[in-house]
């Protein structure tokens, strides 16, 4: 799929200047960029849940500790 993105000038320079230390090409690097930000929000999502369980099993859990 194409996809045209517009970044300003600085976001630009910046992936520009990671690109060429990785050897990877403009595109390749905000790929990476927006794979690891989609598995952080993931992770933070599942986190979330989480903490929401425990709370409503707060009682349970602590009884299961005993």
């Known amino acids: ?8 000038d600085d976001v630009h320079a ?11 090409s403009v595109n ?6 927006l794979k690891d930000f989609i598995a952080r929000r993931q992770t ?9 369980i425990a709370e409503e099993d707060a009682e349970l859990l602590a009884r299961l500790a005993e």
């Open 44 to 52: 933070e999502k599942v986190r979330q849940y989480a903490l929401e």
């Open 14 to 24: 910046q992936i520009k200047e990671i690109a060429e230390e990785d050897g990877n």
């Open 1 to 8: 799929m194409n996809m045209h993105l517009r970044l300003p």
């Open 28 to 33: 390749t690097e905000a790929v990476i960029a």
